[in-house]
């Protein structure tokens, strides 16, 4: 799912928290809520069984997060 022109969002792609913890997210899904809202649903890459709902735009804020690995889909 395309949110700028820039940068795509699935399923499958690996961000790091940009504070001290550095924990590595991996995004599960993308939806959109009844209102329209974008939210991902993410796991921490070390620990699955935490899971964390964002906004979109917080995890394409470049001050929070930075993508570091593609979705094995997003490649090719």
Same mark, same amino acid.
């Given at each position: 799912?395309?949110? *700028?022109?820039?940068?795509?969002? $699935? =399923?499958?792609?690996? /961000?790091?928290?940009? &504070? !001290?913890t550095g /924990? %590595?997210?991996e995004v599960?899904?993308?939806?959109? *809520?009844?209102?329209? =809202?974008?939210? %991902?649903?993410? !796991?921490?890459? &070390?620990?699955? +069984? $935490?899971?964390? $709902? @964002? +906004?979109?735009?917080? @995890? @394409? &804020?470049?001050?929070?997060?930075? @993508?570091?690995?593609? +979705?094995?889909?997003?490649?090719g």
């Amino acid at each position: 799912m395309f949110f *700028d022109r820039k940068q795509e969002v $699935t =399923a499958g792609q690996r /961000y790091r928290k940009l &504070d !001290r913890t550095g /924990y %590595v997210f991996e995004v599960i899904s993308v939806r959109t *809520d009844p209102l329209g =809202a974008v939210h %991902v649903q993410m !796991r921490r890459h &070390d620990e699955h +069984s $935490t899971r964390r $709902t @964002l +906004s979109v735009s917080v @995890l @394409l &804020d470049g001050n929070e997060f930075e @993508l570091i690995q593609e +979705s094995a889909a997003g490649k090719g």
